[in-house]
């Protein structure tokens, strides 16, 4: 079974913080043996210091000898920690009562002199766990006196020296804590510690898995929402939109799809517009020839050169509607044939105008020519150039008032050439200038279906144009009525 994405990223989320804790209790576990150690070590080292102080001043008062120690483990505990023989003596019972003879059960203990000591019969094993097991006592010379004589071969043990009248005589040596050798209390210590460490990284860690649930939900939330859009997209909703909150890559990702979403829904309205159109520009012809036929045939209109004329106008009119949109159909496919070559465009356009140049005067119109000297060289087919300039000159006459006057215009620039169409009154409403080159689109008032054109003639253009990887617009003339600007790349070549 395959996880959604949202659960993929709760469980990465949950790895990487159980890794991350489960490292840090550890690291804190390790640095906490360490560092505990280390204290105990310093702490055991301080009560080396006291030791060899008594030690020293024993020694001193013994005649500065050892001798009143080697080999006398019970006594030796006593001076390394006699708090600990303290409390093993009280351990042992209660102290005996007075009045007894002295050395039977009852009596006082004997009086002794000041300094004097009671050590322990020789005999007597040493106390289990007592400082001698830990520590060694060693002279001047290294020699060991009591205690561990292990101690000496270990590597880095713990060293206090003991002096008595300003000298080192001794040393007393104590093998070092590892981080792993607790015990008694100190064992004790360690492992609440550790089992404190482990319930706060549990808790950290349900706290954080809790977060990263939330977190995965939160962040692909916006995913979800684009997800919804994309099927109601598919099953043709496009009028669907996402907010575009979140992040910034996710912000833009809702805008993209809103984005495509609208030019879907744009498309889909064309689609239907177009449909509607083009039903429309075929049947106002076929409809003028249905009627035309019928008023012959009933003999309602006499069969007149004047009656087949207008039939052969309709049907030369529904003829080109259909050749404007197999011409379409092909530039949308990509499928029109162009042959690239240097030209002179100057040359394309006389050769335009010169066709041109009959029917405009017919209408009244003028036709201009502002040419420059230099031959402006692009790249290009020169048929279909001439198909554009054809569109554009017939285009302008069609839609221009007589008397008027047509200009067409050439400049070069760095790195274009500019085709300037300009013509007279009437003009085009600038909010419908963008519109202009847009399938079947016609400015109702002044460029109405009236005048002959299907409004496809400028959508051909535009795809003639950027074939030739220049742009095309319109804007206001300076005469008056419509400018059509095409531009168009220089050429690489030069002409011969």
Request: with cysteine; proline share 7%.
């Amino acid at each position: 079974m395959r996880l959604r994405l949202w659960h993929r990223l709760f469980l990465a989320f949950a790895v990487l913080t159980l890794a991350i804790i489960a490292g840090f209790v550890a690291w804190q576990q390790r640095n906490f043996r360490q560092g505990f150690s280390t204290y105990l070590n310093e702490v055991s080292l301080q009560r080396l210091q006291s030791a060899a102080e008594r030690l020293g001043e024993v020694y001193a008062e013994r005649g500065g000898s050892w001798d009143f120690l080697r080999g006398d483990v019970r006594a030796f505990d006593a001076y390394v920690d006699p708090f600990r023989q303290k409390r093993r003596g009280l351990a042992e019972g209660p102290p005996p009562a007075p009045g007894g003879p002295p050395g039977e059960p009852g009596a006082p203990p004997p009086e002794l002199p000041p300094g004097a000591e009671i050590k322990p019969p020789s005999d007597m094993p040493p106390p289990r766990g007592g400082p001698s097991s830990r520590v060694l006592l060693v002279d001047a010379t290294g020699a060991s006196i009591v205690g561990d004589a292990r101690i000496a071969a270990e590597g880095d043990p713990l060293r206090v020296a003991i002096h008595s009248g300003g000298k080192e005589v001794g040393s007393l040596l104590m093998r070092k804590i590892p981080p792993r050798a607790f015990g008694g209390p100190d064992l004790a210590f360690a492992l609440a510690q550790r089992h404190a460490a482990i319930v706060a990284g549990g808790v950290a860690l349900l706290v954080a898995l809790g977060f990263a649930f939330a977190l995965a939900r939160w962040l692909l939330a916006p995913v979800r929402a684009l997800t919804q859009g994309m099927h109601a997209l598919t099953a043709g909703d496009y009028a669907r939109r996402v907010a575009a909150g979140g992040s910034a890559e996710l912000g833009a990702l809702a805008r993209d799809f809103n984005r495509l979403a609208q030019t879907l829904e744009a498309h889909r309205d064309a689609r239907r517009r177009w449909g509607a159109d083009i039903a429309h520009e075929l049947r106002t012809p076929l409809s003028v020839l249905r009627g035309e036929i019928a008023a012959l045939q009933d003999g309602v209109r006499a069969p007149t050169p004047a009656a087949f004329d207008s039939l052969a106008a309709e049907g030369e009119r529904l003829s080109g509607l259909i050749e404007d949109l197999y011409q379409l159909a092909l530039a949308d496919a990509g499928a029109l044939e162009y042959r690239f070559e240097t030209l002179d465009l100057a040359d394309v356009v006389r050769d335009a105008a010169q066709l041109q140049k009959r029917a405009c005067a017919d209408a009244g119109l003028a036709l201009e020519l502002d040419l420059p000297g230099d031959a402006p060289a692009v790249r290009g087919d020169a048929r279909r150039l001439g198909q554009l300039l054809d569109n554009l000159i017939a285009n302008a006459r069609r839609y221009t008032d007589a008397p008027g006057r047509i200009r067409i215009a050439l400049t070069r620039a760095a790195d274009r050439v500019r085709l300037a169409i300009d013509d007279t009154p009437p003009g085009v409403p600038a909010e419908s200038l963008p519109l202009l080159f847009e399938r079947l689109y016609r400015v109702d008032d002044s460029r109405a279906r009236n005048r002959g054109g299907a409004g496809l003639g400028l959508a051909i253009c535009r795809a003639i144009v950027e074939a030739h990887g220049g742009t095309i617009r319109a804007e206001a003339s300076q005469l008056g009525g419509l400018s059509i600007l095409v531009d168009l790349p220089h050429a690489t070549e030069t002409l011969a």
